[in-house]
């Protein structure tokens, strides 16, 4: 119930980190960037000591509702992963994964061929991420929790597989076909972004 309003501060995040990336290459310079993720991973942490500091009973409080199977504490890696379930679902994150940074390689490599000027692609970027994030705030906000509640999970799950196959398929095919780089590289932005947004 509370999977797309958590989910949504991530989205949030990136949407508004695109905005400003723009006008902070302009005033600081690509290289700088570094500095300031540097210094929002630090404030990122000192938000969460203090979340932990001020609500730690909390965290750590065991739910009433929890069955008391889930939660005893001598259980090892190997009767956690026995449930054919558990396994399955440690299956699809890890292909989501290697997928993921399969595409990622394909988009980066295409967008330093499409914008050789490191302000333009950090530029780019920006704009690539608003749009991301968008996707990923409606989608996860609005659309996740309807879809698995009218069609179910296995649904719900065969969205994202089926758009990233269709995407990545249609990257493969221009590519053999040797298609112009620009469509390669808007072949691989789409894909990523439904990947990200969808995979998230």
């Known amino acids: 119930r509370l999977f797309g309003l ?3 501060g991530n989205w949030l995040a990136i949407t508004i980190g695109g905005f400003v990336i723009a006008p902070i ?3 600081l310079g690509t290289e700088n960037l570094l500095i300031l993720a540097a210094a929002s ?3 990122a ?28 504490p001598g259980r090892s890696i190997t009767e956690l992963i026995r449930p054919r379930y558990i396994r399955l679902i440690l299956a699809l994150i890890a292909a989501w994964w290697i997928g993921f940074f399969i595409l990622d390689n394909i988009f980066y490599d295409r967008a330093a061929t499409q914008f050789t000027n490191a302000d333009q692609l950090a530029g780019f970027l920006g704009t690539y991420f608003i749009i ?11 659309l ?7 069609f179910g999970l296995r649904a719900g799950l065969a969205i994202m597989p089926i758009l990233l196959i269709a995407g990545i398929g249609g990257l493969a095919i221009s590519g053999t076909f040797g298609t ?21």
């Not at 996740?144 to 009218?150: L, T």
């Open 6 to 8: 958590i989910g949504s």
């Open 25 to 27: 290459v302009v005033l």
């Open 41 to 43: 991973l630090l404030i």
């Open 45 to 72: 942490i000192g938000l969460q000591r203090f979340i932990v500091q001020r609500h730690g009973a909390e965290l750590v409080k065991p739910s009433t509702t929890q069955r008391t199977t889930t939660s005893s």
């Open 132 to 142: 991301t994030g968008l996707i990923g705030l409606i989608t996860t906000t609005f």
């Open 144 to 150: 996740s929790g309807p879809i698995i509640s009218r």
């Open 180 to 200: 112009g780089l620009a469509v390669l590289f808007w072949l691989a932005a789409i894909s990523k972004s439904l990947s990200v947004a969808l995979g998230s």
